[in-house]
């Protein structure tokens, strides 16, 4: 039996609150509707159970080190920024009611983002080095390229929308552009730090790095921005002025159903 370390407590910190964030993201799919709500809110349920089960793998580690365990951990650290960034890209969905954007944009911003997490999940297996530690592979840095584009667009598409909407905004609107204005600062500093451990060969940073930073420019920083998302979603939600996406809305009709 080996010793609980640092990382295993940090380990134990997501096990304790994604639970929390993933019942709040299954409350908010359903009051949006299951099958329009699919495309937006499914993403933070995606994440609430990869950092679960990267938890869990984690916890492993303490009895048994095997290379595959720390694979698993590994590839749930990377792939967690696909559903994290595809997240913010649903919100998106939600608020533009009104069919501003057009919706194949939208679906384009999401393969790339799935096409980063293919290649983070290929990369990640290769990137073991034979004295051990995670080492990124080209593979990797290129998925963490295409994530880092894809924080910036979805960045100016947000600041692009706002501009559109503000003389006519609702207040579910406006709850939506709080929850991704607050967590614009967490969400940076989640994104450098990933960058910093992918591109920087920089002491302390990464998986094998120090757990303070670890804890302070990755973990928290992701519970504070998905806590913001899940907070102002579900108040959003509930809003009498709240419109439910029509299922026609995913594919290219803005129409609307009013709650």
Known sequence: MGTVTYRDGIAILQLIVFPFILVAALFIWKRAGWRVGSKIWRYGVTLSLIRIAGSICSLLTISNNAYNIEVAVAV????GLAPLLLTYIGLLRQIDTEGRMHPRGLQLLAIVCIIGLILGIAGVSSAKSDKGGYHPDSIVKASMGIFLAMFAV?????????????????????????AIALSFPFMLVRLVYAAISDYADIQGFGLDGNPSIYLCM??????????FVMAFGMSAVLEPDFVKLAPSVSRSDPKVNEV
């Open 154 to 178: 979805y960045n100016l598409i947000t600041a692009w929308l706002y501009l559109q909407l503000r003389s006519s905004i609702k207040v579910f609107q406006k709850k939506l552009f709080l």
């Open 218 to 227: 990755d973990v928290l920083e992701e519970i504070i921005a998905m806590g």
């Open 76 to 79: 749930c650290e990377l792939i």
